[in-house]
Structures are given as C-alpha cells and as structure tokens.
C-alpha cells in the first residue's frame, strides 16, 4: 500500500507562498520558514504531517504528495485551506 511523509508550509496566499519558496530554494531552512510562517498547527514540528496513505488529505494536496519528486520543495498548491508548499519526506509505492 502506498505511503507518504511530508512536511508542509501553509499560508493564505499564492504571493507569500512563492517567497517563501524563493527562500528555501534560496537556502533557508524548511522548518524554520514553516516555525515562522505556517498557519498550520503542525508549523510548530517544523510543518511535519507525520505518515499518511492517499485519501486521508484533500485532493490537491494528495495529488501532489503521491506523484512529486521527493525532496523537492513544490508549490504552491491551491486547497480550501490556502495555499501550501509541499515537501515529500518519503514515499512508498
């Protein structure tokens, strides 16, 4: 059965979402900008979303988790929530 760990950054829009892409691709730290920034209560570990399997996260959010490079910083990812940088931790198929 296919499983993923990601850690994410969540944000209310698309603008604050790509900076803050642009620093971590810039070389920031992903925990550090998701401690500062996520209005996700996981922000506090880091933006860290634990092991889950498909279905268990909206649509968006899946699609990117169980087809994206791992380790690759991706986004932003629209859901009802705002908006999301993604990073895949690890994934199995």
């Given at each position: 059965?296919?499983k ?6 969540l944000?209310?829009d698309?603008t604050s979402?790509?900076k803050?892409?642009?620093q971590i691709e810039?070389g920031?730290?992903?925990a550090?900008v998701a401690?500062q920034?996520s209005?996700?209560?996981?922000g ?6 634990g ?24 986004g932003?990812v ?6 999301h940088?993604i ?6 198929d």
């Open positions: 059965m296919k993923a760990s990601a850690r994410h950054i944000v209310p698309e979402c790509t803050l892409k642009n810039a920031e730290d992903f550090e401690k920034h209005k996700c209560p996981s506090k570990q880091g933006g860290a979303l092991e889950f399997s498909p279905g268990q996260m909206v649509r968006e959010f899946d699609e990117v988790v169980f087809s994206g490079d791992v380790g690759k910083v991706l932003p629209k859901t009802q929530f705002g908006y940088l990073e895949i931790t690890q994934r199995t």
